[in-house]
């Protein structure tokens, strides 16, 4: 099996199978053109962040896996992933981190673990009302009482729903 | 946390993985978020504007809902022609860009009965994929038609799916019915409700294709006559298209 090398932002190479193409999107353009030993540079990716992919990539032996819930069902990320390892792979990421591996795999074109990092984000809002996000992200009310009512009776449907919950 | 906010704003796939409701939610949280939220509406005014027949509503609210399903009921399926009716998309889960419209509607309207394990706790279809063209299909789907839209993809047991929400739609004497699913050909369950009800399928579907869809069943909706409508879709069996082509008036059978 071909292997390319991959250089991260910070010049460190890291050697890995040509088939890492079948979940990068970029790495897959790339290597229509790749001339052997070639070096390809990610200068958006982090060496930490490459690290990251790369222990994905090998979990998944290099091929797409089932892409989590969507919508996601519970605010616990191993309600929606099938493969437990993805949940306790997200889960030990800091929120900062996640946000580095969406903008990393975003700039590799790869999906799979770009969903998974997006469906953990997304779990952190779920079922969170409004007031508990606000205080939990720091927010200050931004809306006046009049354009507050005004949200609310733009969906009232929607609001209806909460107040069922 | 500061910074999932802060690329919240670019970030809207995050949005696919949250249902609709909860993403109206969200717009309360700040300015920046409801401004991100509300841009998603390109679609519905491409829409719109592309299809002025397709009358547009903001949103229908669920006593709206269960009395235009009532009404229906009361009707035996008869439209009133001042009433207005919602068009159910009901969708199944896969990669199909389509989302149950106002599902708990439905659902309280016990107009889903059966499909209930569907259904999350708040109404919303739990299985139903949505991101921000499928949001901006969400909006799109509040329109002022009368065709139930019956939506499956080719998971297992789409057939059962289908024939289970047909039934239903029957229940209520519902017969414009449109059955839109995701295969690569006619089967023998498709070729059997082609039968009575008009089928439509393709192999991919994207926002486009649902754009033009919707442009085919306005079609469907206001001639009880048509029966090859061919929007300017990937044509995927070209044999099947020529039979509807033979026989016009019996084939409801349109292929994109």
Known sequence: MSEITLVSKEGTKIQISSQFSNLSGFIHNILQDYQQNEDISLASVSFINLQMILEYAVHHNFQVPQPPRCPITSPNIADNVSDPWDAEFVNRLNEDQIIDLVTATNFLDMKSLMDLCLAKIACMFKYKDIETLRKEYGITEEFTAEIEEKLKSDFPWAMEAESND | MEAIIQK?????????????????????????????????????????????????????????????????????????????????????????????????????????????????????????????????????????????????????????????????????????????????????????????????????????????????????????????????????????????????????????
């Open chain 2, 8 to 256: 919240m704003y670019i970030m809207t796939e995050i949005f696919c993985y949250l249902p609709y409701k909860e993403i109206i939610l969200l717009r309360r949280i700040s300015k920046k978020i409801k401004k991100r939220i509300d841009s998603i509406s390109t679609w519905e005014k491409i829409v719109t504007t592309s299809f002025p027949s397709l009358m547009f509503i903001e949103n229908i609210s669920a006593s709206t809902s269960l009395a235009v399903l009532e009404n229906i009921s009361k009707n035996k399926g008869k439209i009133e022609p001042q009433t207005t009716f919602p068009i159910g998309i009901l969708g199944y889960p896969g990669k199909l860009d389509v989302v149950i419209t106002e599902p708990e509607h439905l659902a309280r309207a016990g107009f889903i009965g059966s499909m209930k394990e569907y259904i999350s706790y708040r109404g919303v279809c739990r299985l139903c994929p949505i991101s921000i063209p499928k949001v901006e299909m969400i909006q799109c789907q509040l329109r002022l038609i009368t065709t139930f839209l019956v939506v499956a993809d080719g998971e297992d047991g789409w057939e059962n799916k289908i024939r289970e929400t047909i039934s239903k739609l029957e229940e209520y004497q519902i017969r414009k019915i449109v059955v839109f699913v995701r295969v690569n050909s006619l089967n023998s369950f498709l070729k059997e409700i082609s039968e009575k009800y008009p089928v439509l399928f393709f192999t991919e579907l994207t926002t486009k294709d649902i754009c033009r869809t919707l442009k085919a069943l306005d079609s469907v909706i206001n001639n009880d006559e048509i029966v090859n409508i061919v929007p300017p879709l990937k044509i995927l069996n070209p044999p099947a298209s020529e039979k509807v082509a033979e026989k016009p008036k019996k084939k409801k059978c349109m292929i994109f």
